[in-house]
């Protein structure tokens, strides 16, 4: 596939570690932790190992106790940042301009709109960000710490919630996150189990249907973009205003991509993108072992 997302405006925010923390309220978060330093990085440099990551945090039919899954949760977080979720479930990321926040049908938030303040606070469960909102104008206050200085100078074109949310008290709810991948695991496993209930099991036409029905509830908000005139030509940047978007939207390119197809291994279950069609290993390791376990009779 050619790279559409060859040029994107899409600088991610990561700190250098990240942990479990419970709120006041019970609820399980994770947050940077009290001295990790943020640093700013592109996710989409290497975004085909980041999809496939994403797609195999939380896989349907895992084994994965629930301590093995939210050690495999954080280990996403410590590598790419939180999802920003904050700035992906609203309708614009540009929400701090408004009195309320919108949000189009999700898994998260069931209303159709809250307050600004009550919407961010679900955010800082520890301490609450320092801004002040009056009808149409918010002004932040950032901490006084020379690395979040640096942070808002570099991503001052940027919507003002974006800063808000690379501050180290921002926080995203575990099950949140756990309902994330899984709905990303659902989606890829729905895509690929459909075509071989079609074309192997033969399956009839109601489980078919039920298997396009669920597709169908997978859609996502397109990012916005620009042109800019580049020396060689004039060039998209994509704006990705959440990494939620970002591998929503990379996810959908994969799933559709006819040249690299997404399959389950054969051995070890995980979902990978097969360099040919007739693929079915992730890798020469679980080919290898698939063949020792069948040789034993396994
Ligand atoms: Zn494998």
Redesign the pocket.
């Known amino acids: 596939m050619k790279n559409i997302f060859e040029s994107t405006c899409s600088s991610w925010v990561k700190y250098s570690e990240y942990e479990y923390r419970r709120g006041e309220d019970g609820v399980l978060y994770i947050t940077p932790t009290a001295d990790a330093k943020p640093k700013i990085y592109n996710p989409f440099d290497n975004m085909e190992e980041m999809i496939i990551e994403a797609l195999n945090v939380n896989r349907i039919g895992s084994k994965k106790t629930e301590d093995e899954l939210k050690q495999s949760i954080l280990d996403f977080v410590n590598k790419y940042g939180l999802l920003g979720f904050m700035t992906g479930l609203p309708t614009t990321p540009e929400f701090m301009d408004y009195d309320a926040v919108y949000f189009p049908k999700n898994e998260f938030i069931d209303k159709e709109t809250m307050q600004t303040r009550e919407f961010t606070d679900l955010f800082f469960p520890f301490k609450k960000p320092n801004y002040v909102k009056d009808k149409r104008t918010a002004t932040w206050f950032p901490e006084n710490d020379v690395h979040m200085s640096a942070l808002a100078l570099t991503m001052g074109e940027r919507p003002m919630a974006l800063n808000i949310m690379f501050a180290r008290d921002y926080a995203e709810r575990y099950e949140w996150l756990k309902m994330q991948f899984k709905s990303w695991a659902f989606t890829c496993m729905t895509a690929i189990m459909y075509y071989i209930d079609r074309d192997v099991h033969k399956a009839d036409e109601a489980v078919l249907y039920t298997y396009r029905q669920a597709m169908a509830v997978f859609k996502g908000i397109a990012p916005t973009y620009h042109v800019a005139l580049f020396d060689e030509k004039p060039t998209i940047i994509w704006e990705f205003n959440s990494l939620l978007l970002g591998i929503q939207m990379m996810f959908s390119f994969m799933l559709t991509d006819g040249t690299k197809p997404l399959r389950m ?1 054969k ?2 279950k ?1 979902t ?1 993108a097969a360099s040919h069609h007739n693929a079915v ?3 020469g390791r ?1 080919k290898n072992q698939f063949n020792v376990y069948k040789s034993r009779g396994k």
């Open positions: 291994c051995h070890c995980n990978f290993f992730c890798g679980c």
